[in-house]
């Protein structure tokens, strides 16, 4: 059974930083990428950043600069740091898995909400 478990959510002020963890298991073909999505209230799902399993990232064009993300394939994780974080960033974040097989997995998702 595939899951993913996330954490590192929680609250923070205009300006902070947090770091998102993913950790995978169960997935019985190799990785072809991992990365976050995050939806905010009222908006569809967007990505934020994935990394393949050969370390190639792709950002969404707004986050570049403030998000970082790294991976260990060899332990199926993947972090996101988050830095200079805006009220806008505020969303349900979900961490994904794309196999060697092509199927997409999701995470449970877990709460950034930047306010003051």
């Known amino acids: 059974q595939v899951q993913l478990v996330e954490s590192g959510g929680g609250l923070v002020q205009p300006g902070g930083s947090l770091r998102l963890s993913c950790a995978a298991s169960?997935?019985?073909?190799?990785?072809?990428?991992m990365g976050w999505y995050r939806q905010a209230p009222g908006k569809e799902r967007e990505l934020v950043a994935t990394?393949?399993?050969?370390?190639?990232?792709n950002y969404a064009d707004s986050l570049k600069g403030r998000f970082t993300i790294s991976g260990d394939n060899a332990k199926s994780t993947v972090h996101l740091q988050m830095n200079s974080l805006k009220p806008e960033d505020t969303a349900v974040y979900y961490c994904?898995?794309?196999?060697?097989?092509?199927?997409?997995?999701w995470g449970q998702g877990t709460q950034v909400t930047v306010s003051s």
């Open positions: 994904n898995v794309l196999s060697g097989s092509m199927t997409y997995y």
């Open positions: 169960g997935i019985i073909f190799s990785i072809y990428h």
């Open positions: 990394i393949t399993s050969g370390g190639s990232t």
